[in-house]
């Protein structure tokens, strides 16, 4: 962080660092450290400086001096901006779509760790292998094979499943899986370490969540014949399915009331951009369907694209992101315009802005009192001349109080790119991929609620940069 009290003796060194005059900064703030003065703030501002250059050895150095010199709240969120939080698998590979049980005391996640595609290259494009990892001894066993393209594990309830999307479909006489092909929907016995195809690839099947007693698990999936997707009960024991919502459109991610009475969804029923035709181009809108009745109910709009539909845990409020700007001026509000991030309340029938499109926003999730809600967002005012290759650079986690607005800054997005945050079940911690310059996608894990301690902040300097 940057210090700007008036008359700061560091307010010298930090106009150096501003104008990218690294080497004289570091000169400065080395006097300020021989005369005495502002040790903690001298030795990060040069870690800093070091970690912009390059010189990591010289960074750690510093950075663990700025620790033992001054160990405050500043200096804390200061070192996590550069080290991020726990490391729990490297940022040598490509990790993605972690995963909590529902005792918060395990995590799932996919890890690419070989080049299978053989492009040089560890990337999305490789097939990644299911690895979990025990958060009290922070063990890690693999699981599933990275034969194929694994994604999207999730823990049944009573902790005894894993199930996951895979494609395993190869290409014509190669050696290498067709990413383009449809998954199945398949099933790891985590006591038995047996696995199960529970829907085959022809039935395209997608978004999915499990029923609270993990007998059954309600998904989107193709049936052939219908023109789109939509959302059956799947029976794990018998392995037969039930149609919810017919697929006469398209319908996708689905979510179920913890009381298993009530069916959240996303789907397309209307020409909405007026080009002939109803698909994803147009804007969806969000229903919930009376499992008893059968009866459904539009609780969202499609005046706007709506998306990502997810119950609080109190089942009171309906999570959502909503496009309703044309914040790139392009002349389309679509899926490249910011969508802020709103809950409709049930029980007031009432509609509210959490977090609000000015800034990117995704993967928000409620914390199990639901009194926050957790999400990836870009905070900072990054220079349009800067070319990232990578869309989701410098974007961090954030919290925010849906009663106050106060909003907490969990990983910092000023060095590095976050993707796909996921809250553990007692609202402890967050689990996200995260990177920087020259790296691949680290799995990391942070606390929602407090710090690190010294210990632990010096164990992320040593282990992280």
């Not at 760790?113 to 490789?126: A, F, M, P, Q, Y």
């Not at 025990?134 to 005894?160: Q, W």
């Not at 794990?236 to 991610?253: D, Q, S, W």
């Amino acid at each position: 962080m940057f210090f700007n009290l008036p008359f700061s003796p560091l307010n010298k060194g930090i106009d150096l660092m501003r104008k990218n005059e690294l080497s004289a900064a570091i000169a400065y703030f080395k006097g300020l450290i021989s005369s005495k003065v502002l040790l903690g703030e001298s030795y990060f501002n040069i870690g800093r400086c070091y970690f912009k250059i390059g010189d990591i050895s010289e960074a750690k150095k510093n950075l663990h001096n700025a620790l033992d010199n001054q160990f405050t709240e500043e200096i804390i969120k200061d070192v996590l901006e550069i080290t991020n939080w726990k490391l729990l698998c490297s940022y040598n590979y490509y990790n993605n779509w972690p995963t909590f049980s529902s005792d918060s005391k395990k995590l799932a996640f996919v890890s690419v760790r070989k080049d299978t595609n053989g492009d040089g290259l560890i990337n999305s494009t490789d097939r990644g292998g299911i690895y979990l990892i025990n958060l009290t001894t922070f063990e890690e066993k693999y699981i599933v094979t990275d034969d194929y393209y694994n994604f999207h594990p999730k823990f049944s309830p009573d902790g005894k499943y894993l199930t996951y999307l895979s494609v395993r479909k190869f290409l014509p006489d190669k050696d290498i899986v067709d990413t383009k092909a449809n998954p199945g929907l398949y099933l790891f016995d985590l006591e038995t370490d047996q696995e199960t195809e529970l829907l085959s690839d022809k039935y395209r099947p997608k978004n999915y969540t499990f029923t609270d007693d993990s007998k059954k698990i309600i998904l989107a999936c193709w049936i052939p014949g219908n023109n789109g997707s939509g959302i059956y009960a799947l029976d794990i024991a018998e392995k037969k399915t039930i149609e919810i919502v017919p697929g006469l459109f398209e319908n996708t991610f689905p979510s179920m009331s913890k009381d298993g009475q009530y069916l959240l969804f996303s789907t397309w029923r209307r020409d909405t951009n007026g080009d002939g035709q109803i698909n994803f181009r147009d804007n969806s809108a969000i229903f919930l369907k009376n499992l008893k009745s059968y009866n459904e109910f539009e609780i969202v709009s499609d005046r706007y694209n709506n998306m990502f539909p997810s119950y609080s845990h109190d089942g009171k409020k309906v999570l959502f992101l909503s496009y309703r700007r044309d914040t790139n001026k392009d002349g389309l509000i679509d899926s490249l315009d910011n969508p802020g991030i709103y809950y409709y309340d049930l029980t007031k029938q009432k509609e509210v802005c959490v977090v609000d499109d000015k800034f990117f926003n995704k993967f928000p999730s409620f914390t199990a009192d639901d009194k926050n809600v957790v999400f990836l967002s870009s905070w900072r005012k990054v220079d349009k001349a800067d070319k990232y290759k990578d869309y989701f650079e410098h974007k961090g986690v954030y919290m925010i109080n849906i009663d106050t607005n106060k909003i907490k800054r969990i990983v910092s997005d000023k060095y590095y790119g976050c993707y796909y945050p996921v809250v553990s079940p007692d609202g402890q911690k967050t689990a996200y991929v995260s990177w920087r310059k020259d790296t691949r996608r680290g799995l990391y894990l942070a606390s929602l609620n407090g710090y690190p301690s010294k210990e632990e902040l010096h164990k992320y300097i040593d282990d992280n940069i």
